[in-house]
């Protein structure tokens, strides 16, 4: 199945069956590296980057199993973001992390209550990052 991937030096994005390495597929674009982003978060991760919220790997949860909803960042923003957080998510800084090098938070959907609650969940807590990102203030100018 076609994954997505998004390269956050021109914003490009990428429907391709596996990992196109670390340079961006763009001609002439020069970007070093590309992340794979889900569907249902994509415009809430560019509008992040461009905002200068360096993102690192996330997640858009799943409905059929035990999932979280995840996005982890670059430690340089967590001083910033650490006060502006979006609420009901679990924050773990980048002291608690491997390496220290991100920190992230997160919302964990239970496979134990009914497929239309993850279904629910998956929707309003996507749709609430989304908000989130677009109220955030600029950090660094693109
Ligand atoms: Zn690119």
Partial sequence: ???????????????????????????GCGGFFVFGVDEAMLETIIILNKKGYKTKCCCSGHVHRLSNIYIAFHP?????????????????PSSEHQDNDK?????????DIPYCERMKL???????????????????ED
């Fill in 1 to 27: 199945m076609k994954k997505i991937y998004l390269c956050p030096k021109c914003y490009e994005v990428f429907a391709l069956d596996s990992y196109p390495g670390e340079i961006c597929p763009r001609l």
């Fill in 76 to 92: 340089e923003c967590e001083d910033r973001l650490i006060n502006n957080l979006p609420e009901g998510f679990k924050f773990v």
């Fill in 103 to 111: 920190f992230d938070f997160s919302f964990t959907i239970q496979d």
């Fill in 122 to 140: 998956f929707s309003d807590k996507n749709i609430e990052l989304y908000n989130w990102a677009c109220s955030l203030p600029v950090f660094l």
